[in-house]
């Protein structure tokens, strides 16, 4: 069965760097687009980035670009992301996803368990 | 690009019908018919109910119907069961590979 295991959570200081991974399993990893969605306390969810199966093209939110990266490794079949920078403004818990094939919906049919990111001083 | 606008809250009784709406503008919601809702209950992760602005992945219920007509997109929840109580996103496709996700709707059954 398809599962999307992301690495435990984290807590920063502000102006710190977190990198957040998220291993694929029972599904051929190399054939899906990936994204990333994050969720912060009291807020609606918001679209982070989209990386394609090969790992070599990526598009971020205009709210994230220059300090929001999306790798992949197929080999080992784990997806990361890392947001640098932090503020306490990104305080969230963020979610790998995996949609459905064939569509530009962002249907989203796999997610992973989330990791809650936690920037404090 | 600014997030698609939906109503704050929405109640019903169970074995009622409501309607969720999500208005956008025509460089997404009414640009493409990619539109897709999800059911987000505390602390979990999102679960897809519509996508392509119709489709039900398999496992939905067919109590959950999509619909979109100009910039906005609804969805349709008939048969209100108390289990359905729970937040719900809907998310546009905005082009050039971005999408934009609504702020979100509680419904209260």
């Known amino acids: 069965q398809v599962q999307l295991v992301q690495s435990g959570a984290e807590v920063k200081k502000p102006g710190a760097s977190v990198k957040v991974s998220c291993k694929a399993s029972?599904?051929?990893?190399?054939?899906?687009?990936m994204h990333w969605v994050r969720h912060a306390p009291g807020q609606g969810l918001e679209w982070m980035g989209i990386?394609?199966?090969?790992?070599?093209?990526?598009t971020y939110a205009q709210k994230f670009q220059g300090r929001f990266t999306m790798t992949r490794d197929t080999s080992t079949g784990t997806l990361y992301m890392e947001l640098s920078s932090l503020t306490s403004e990104d305080t969230a818990v963020y979610y790998c996803?995996?949609?459905?094939?064939?569509?530009?919906?962002?249907?989203?049919?796999?997610w992973g368990q989330g990791t809650l990111v936690t920037v404090s001083s | 690009q600014s997030a698609l606008t939906q109503p704050r809250s929405v109640s019903g009784s169970p074995g009622q019908s409501v309607t969720i709406s999500c208005t956008g503008t025509?460089?997404?919601?009414?640009?493409?018919?990619?539109v897709s809702w999800f059911q987000q209950n505390p602390g979990k992760a999102p679960k897809l109910m519509i996508y392509?602005?119709?489709k039900r992945p398999s496992g939905v219920p067919d109590r959950f119907s999509g619909s979109k007509s100009g910039n906005t997109a609804s969805l349709t929840i008939s048969g209100l069961q108390v289990e359905d109580e729970a937040d719900y996103y809907c998310?546009?496709?905005?082009?050039?590979?971005?999408?934009?996700f609504g702020g979100g709707t509680k419904l209260t059954v």
């Open positions: 025509s460089s997404d919601v009414g640009g493409y018919n990619f």
């Open positions: 990386i394609n199966p090969s790992g070599d093209s990526t």
């Open positions: 996803g995996r949609p459905i094939i064939g569509s530009f919906s962002l249907g989203l049919d796999y």
């Open positions: 029972g599904y051929t990893f190399s054939k899906y687009h």
């Open positions: 998310c546009s496709y905005a082009g050039s590979f971005s999408w934009v």
């Open positions: 392509d602005v119709i």
